[in-house]
């Protein structure tokens, strides 16, 4: 069983930056791959970027490629997602989640997730 735990959410203007942290709990976190996803309003939840469990080979969105960066410290149980050049159609609840041993942008192959942090970018 893992547990996550977002934070680091906001309300931001465009062009700001802020850094999501997911902490998890549990056993085995360097087993897991990671991801982050968002779900704007009335929209479906979609893919915003995956790190796999030894933390190589980083994916992006491309609506976010070049501004987003994901990175994990499995000695601290946490992956980060530092948002740069944020605009206003980043604003959605980011969710993070975990794949045992998998690192996939389809959300079907993760097993847990997190109760998502809201990020707000006015323009």
């Known amino acids: 069983q893992v547990q996550l735990v977002e934070s680091g959410g906001g309300l931001v203007q465009a062009g700001d930056s802020l850094r999501l942290s997911c902490a998890a709990s549990?056993?085995?976190?360097?087993?897991?791959?990671m991801g982050w996803f968002r779900q704007a309003p009335g929209k479906e939840r979609e893919f915003v970027a995956r790190i796999s469990w030894i933390g190589v080979s980083p994916i992006y969105a491309d609506s976010v490629k070049g501004r987003f960066t994901i990175s994990r410290d499995n000695a601290k149980n946490t992956v980060y997602l530092q948002m740069n050049s944020l605009k206003s159609e980043d604003t959605a609840v980011y969710y993070c989640?975990?794949?045992?041993?998998?690192?996939?942008?389809?959300?079907?192959?993760?097993?847990?997730w997190g109760q998502g942090t809201q990020v707000t970018v006015s323009s």
């Open positions: 989640a975990a794949a045992y041993q998998s690192s996939s942008s389809r959300e079907r192959y993760y097993d847990y």
């Open positions: 549990g056993r085995s976190f360097s087993s897991y791959g």
